[in-house]
């Protein structure tokens, strides 16, 4: 099975993991940060807004099973690309919208989907579509969130809504 990379940031990372874990042809996610200056990032220095990092998810797909397309359609429609540096209550540069590219197919794809998502959101798309640098997976608590704390209050009032939106707008894109 030959596997593609997606790096994708959408606010916190539980939301983003969740709705990704669901996906056909999706093998792995994994929550961590991207986008700094500095290597290795800790969740609470990337919180406080002191690296420069996002909040991001590193996906592999089998793009025989989902295209990368297929993937930024689901994200551009699981979290609001129209506020800069925000998503819900998070505030900050951490919980930037950006989609990190590995080819310029991927950037090409990238700018596409953002052409589609303006239509779908009604105003300017504020993601940013950079090349991918280094990815620092997050720590291990992190990982599978949703799926281990889904009673969370975070998780209940925030995750929970994106995830039954991902369900009814993707169902047939989903595992079942």
Not at 24 to 52: D, F, H, L, W
Request: overall charge positive.
């Amino acid at each position: 099975m030959a596997t593609e990379k997606a790096i994708f940031a959408g606010g916190c990372f539980w939301c983003t993991e969740a709705v990704f874990l669901m996906v056909k042809g999706v093998s792995a996610v994994r929550s961590g940060y991207i986008g700094g200056p500095g290597a290795n990032p800790s969740y609470e220095q990337v919180c406080a807004g002191r690296t420069g990092h996002a909040e991001a998810v590193e996906i592999e797909l089998d793009p025989t099973v989902v295209g990368y397309d297929v993937l930024l359609d689901i994200f551009f429609a699981t979290h609001d690309p129209t506020h800069l540096n925000r998503q819900d209550n998070d505030v900050g540069t951490q919980y930037r919208s950006g989609v990190f590219t590995f080819s310029d197919a991927q950037r090409a794809a990238a700018q596409a989907a953002i052409a589609r998502a303006a239509k779908l959101w009604g105003g300017k798309i504020v993601t940013e579509v950079t090349p991918a640098g280094p990815f620092y997976v997050a720590e291990g608590y992190h990982q599978n969130f949703f799926a281990k704390n889904p009673f969370q209050g975070y998780c209940r009032a925030i995750v929970a809504p994106k995830v039954a939106k991902a369900r009814a707008k993707f169902a047939p894109l989903l595992r079942a």
